[in-house]
């Protein structure tokens, strides 16, 4: 099904971007381009590549994701995460195309007890959260249609993500020391991107707007840790893979406290993604079930 003639899709080499090339093929001609190709910290580079391929959809999911490094580079997060998404619904909007953009529940402090909603007051604790809460609001203000995904915890297959980084961890390692008092809903690049197409595959401009898109369920990080370990090691032996040094009893909660970053996280990351389901008929794997199909794919 053809539903846009031309479709510019950055960020390509990252996780989410990576997923998104062949399910956005199905709706178009996807003109997928990565750092070398298409610079976001360049104003002028941007302008140039959007008048060059003259899309009619713009799906970035491009982002500055050190978290913890934004708290010292706060001009380049700035740059890719505000001024570019700026830019490119600016293009989009002289065009009559339409744009995607991906946003974060670090726009929120986490201090609210049940899930947040897309209504709810953003107030975001850390310079990476300022700085996806400015392009979501510079996007709003050009008027182009839009929607504007905010999601959590995304991890993939691929990638510097947490799953890999806790993998490599627990076969170095005789334990790990995890938080446990923060919450959220780990969501895969693979549910990502493919809850974008089927949204894309129904969009109409009277559903521009902002949604949140996670998978469904609660975990905290220290939860999300023994599941990635128990899934493992469900597969380790049938896929002839190296056995893990920590074992799932070996995994110790820790509180915010006891393992202090540079960058502020929120403690409650949970997203209500009743706005998603209701307007496009999405309903996103528990995250347990999406952990499962992530390792499973590596």
Request: glycine share 6%; charged share 20%.
């Amino acid at each position: 099904m053809t539903k846009f003639k031309n479709i510019l899709l950055t960020g390509i080499n990252g996780q989410v971007g990576y997923e998104l090339q062949l399910g956005l093929a199905s709706l178009g001609k996807v003109h997928a381009l990565d750092r070398s190709q298409l610079n976001l910290s360049n104003p002028d580079n941007i302008r140039q590549v959007v008048q060059s391929i003259k899309p009619d959809l713009i799906v970035n999911p491009a982002a500055y994701t050190a978290v913890d490094k934004a708290e010292v580079e706060p001009d380049q997060a700035n740059a890719i995460n505000a001024i570019a998404p700026q830019i490119l619904a600016e293009e989009a909007a002289k065009l009559g195309a339409a744009m995607v953009h991906y946003s974060t529940d670090y726009v929120y402090d986490g201090t609210k007890l049940a899930p947040y909603v897309e209504t709810d007051a953003t107030n975001p604790l850390s310079v990476y959260g300022i700085t996806k809460l400015a392009g979501e609001e510079a996007i709003r203000a050009t008027g182009v249609s839009h929607l504007i995904l905010r999601t959590s915890w995304v991890y993939g297959a691929r990638g510097k993500n947490f799953m890999n980084t806790i993998l490599r961890l627990a076969a170095e390692r005789d334990n790990l020391r995890i938080v446990a008092d923060q919450f959220g809903a780990p969501t895969s690049s693979r549910v990502i991107a493919a809850a974008t197409v089927s949204a894309l595959a129904n969009w109409s401009e009277d559903k521009s707007g902002t949604y949140h898109l996670t998978c469904s369920g609660m975990t905290s990080w220290h939860g999300f840790t023994q599941a990635i370990i128990e899934e493992y090691e469900l597969l380790c032996e049938s896929r002839h893979w190296p056995a893990l040094k920590t074992p799932v009893g070996n995994v110790l909660p820790i509180t915010t406290a006891d393992y202090p970053t540079p960058a502020v996280r929120p403690a409650n990351s949970k997203l209500n993604c009743d706005k998603l389901s209701g307007t496009f008929g999405l309903v996103l794997p528990e995250w347990r079930i999406a952990l499962k199909q992530v390792m499973v794919e590596l």
